[in-house]
């Protein structure tokens, strides 16, 4: 993060004072991980809901879907595959 306050989103400065990283791969670790922005706390009741209306509204278009809920692509995609619908974790 303190390259990010550093630097802001020039995400090839950034990637060469990472050993092993490109500056896509840093964006995305930003994105997906580090940004304060996302909610990172246990999913809840409305927000399951909130996402099965999006994924019928937006398809896979999880950055879309994401930017909706506050929540990372990746972690709308993965909490989607459970399928709540079949299963349901608040009965």
Same mark, same amino acid.
């Given at each position: ?8 989103? %020039? ?5 060469? $004072?990472?050993? @092993? ?9 930003? !994105? ?17 809901? %909130? ?5 019928? $509204?937006?398809? @896979? ?9 506050? !929540? ?20």
């Amino acid at each position: 993060m303190s390259l990010y306050k550093l630097y802001g989103t %020039k995400w090839s400065v950034i990637a060469r $004072q990472i050993p @092993g990283r490109t500056d896509d791969a840093c964006s995305k670790r930003y !994105r997906e991980a580090l940004d304060p922005a996302l909610k990172k706390d246990e999913w809840t009741e409305a927000e399951d809901a %909130k996402l099965l209306q999006l994924y019928a $509204q937006l398809g @896979g278009k999880w950055v879309q879907v994401g930017q909706q809920l506050q !929540r990372s692509s990746l972690g709308c995609r993965n909490r989607s595959a459970w399928r709540p619908s079949r299963v349901s974790f608040y009965s």
